[in-house]
């Protein structure tokens, strides 16, 4: 390649690798920036024809300077420390203002400590050497003019460097902080998890030692008692059989029960809440002697979500029992509809033949029953109707957007978070961090001092 071609071709690809950073680069980021920058290059050029200078056009290019300084900070940041060099030495008073900024900005994402004090004692020398040689082609600066222009380098230049190296390695810190707090969040996470899972095994134990038990006498006796009430009252045959088949379905149901309180993911739930399954649930309400009818509005549901389908499973399951229990003798109306991202269930039983008084339930079945269709998204109502009788009625979702209620993320809380142990308390602590900024902003003031005594000279002038 020509070797007077190789700094266009690096030109043309720096430059489209900065179009391209600024595309990819947040939208409110480059608003900020391209605000910031216009009204650096406003305020550097409106004093310009207010108070005429003597060079205006290196007047007007120090200032156009000094505002492309401020996006180039972002990206080139040791080259924005250096490009203050002409801003410090010319004669643009305004334009001089936002060094400190610039330096203080770009020092922080310099990440080399070594190379960024070589930037700012190149520029904070620079700016002097260039302030004398602009002032020797006059005449010979003299000392209190030396003294000035290092010392004006030294609170433009070097004070804000140094906040900004401050400040810079307070943000490690801070990140460092934000680890160990996500650290300690995560193992009070897995800890209290872990007693949770304890917990919930020693009650499954116990349910399955003592209900389990029990459960399985009951249906032993009930098929002995199905098979004795064959031969011998064929009558009762049918209850009989409806007892052995009730007590092998709370035998599956305790199972099911465990398996939640043991943590045991993917819970199988068949075929419940589907035509089929509430269809069996209305018939053996009518062999209990109920005068059940299920009035299906609806496709089959077999494509809706499983916890939908074990919540509108439950519904109907609870509606029929309790009709069962405190309006004997009623008619009982399950009642399915699909509203496209909704199922609704409901459960209507009229008033009983005979009037009872109220049962002595605790209406535990529906507080549970409503938690869990909250937990869905769903909605439940249940209470008398104005005509007599008693209501039960869901709005389930089809696709519930909820995490199931026992299951727990693997995902750790932050992007590698909590796979290191804490660093040392004696590094991260707030205190430290913050007497960290407080000392950055106390160097800054003989800086801003200094610029607000150099505008107010300007403006005297």
């Given at each position: 390649m020509n070797p007077v071609l190789r700094p266009w071709t690096r030109i043309r690809r720096e430059a489209a690798a900065i179009r391209n950073a600024v595309r990819a680069a947040p939208r409110r980021t480059v608003v900020i920036e391209s605000v910031v920058a216009g009204l650096v290059l406003v305020c550097s050029l409106v004093p310009v024809p207010l108070v005429p200078p003597a060079h205006p056009v290196p007047v007007v290019l120090v200032g156009v300077w000094a505002a492309l300084l401020v996006p180039a900070r972002r990206r080139y940041p040791t080259l924005a420390v250096l490009g203050c060099m002409p801003v410090i030495a010319g004669e643009n008073v305004w334009a001089t203002v936002v060094v400190p900024c610039v330096v203080w900005s770009a020092v922080r994402r310099i990440t080399s400590a070594r190379r960024a004090w070589?930037?700012?004692?190149?520029?904070?020398?620079?700016?002097?050497?260039?302030?004398?040689?602009?002032?020797?082609?006059?005449?010979?600066?003299?000392?209190?003019?030396?003294?000035?222009?290092?010392?004006?380098?030294?609170?433009f230049v070097l004070l804000p460097a140094l906040s900004g190296r401050v400040l810079g390695h307070?943000?490690?810190?801070?990140?460092?902080?934000?680890?160990?707090n996500t650290y300690l969040e995560q193992a009070r996470f897995l800890t209290d998890e872990a007693a949770r899972m304890e917990e919930r095994t020693r009650i499954a134990a116990e349910m399955h030692d003592l209900l389990g038990h029990r459960i399985g006498l009951i249906s032993v006796h009930a098929g002995a008692l199905q098979l004795a009430a064959e031969r011998q009252a064929p009558p009762l045959a049918p209850q009989a059989e409806l007892l052995h088949t009730t007590a092998g379905t709370a035998m599956d149901e305790l199972r099911g029960i465990l398996g939640i309180l043991r943590h045991q993911s993917g819970e199988d739930i068949g075929e419940r809440g589907t035509r089929e399954s509430l269809a069996a649930l209305v018939e053996d309400s009518r062999n209990a002697g109920t005068d059940a009818e299920l009035l299906w509005y609806a496709?089959?549901?077999?494509?809706v979500d499983a916890r939908s389908r074990q919540a509108v499973?439950?519904?109907?399951?609870?509606?029929?029992?309790?009709?069962?229990?405190?309006?004997?003798?009623?008619?009982?109306?399950?009642t399915v509809q699909d509203e496209g991202e909704t199922v609704v269930i409901a459960v209507v039983n009229d008033a009983p033949p005979k009037p009872r008084s109220p049962g002595d339930g605790n209406r535990s079945g529906l507080v549970g029953l409503h938690e869990r269709i909250s937990l869905l998204g769903g909605v439940l109502h249940a209470g008398p109707r104005p005509e007599g009788g008693f209501a039960l009625s869901a709005r389930i979702p089809v696709r519930p957007n909820v995490r199931s209620v026992y299951a727990t993320s693997s995902k750790p809380l932050s992007d590698g978070a909590g796979s290191r142990p804490p660093l040392s308390t004696e590094v991260l602590t707030w205190p430290r961090i913050l007497g960290g900024g407080c000392a950055a902003l106390l160097v800054l003031l003989p800086t801003i001092g200094g610029a607000i005594a150099l505008l107010i000279m300007a403006v005297l002038q």
């Open positions: 070589a930037a700012v004692g190149a520029s904070a020398a620079g700016s002097v050497v260039l302030a004398i040689a602009g002032q020797s082609r006059q005449e010979l600066p003299t000392l209190p003019y030396l003294v000035t222009g290092a010392g004006l380098a030294a609170l307070r943000r490690p810190l801070k990140g460092l902080l934000r680890e160990r496709s089959e549901l077999t494509e499973h439950r519904v109907t399951r609870e509606g029929l029992t309790n009709a069962l229990k405190h309006a004997p003798g009623a008619r009982v109306r399950v």
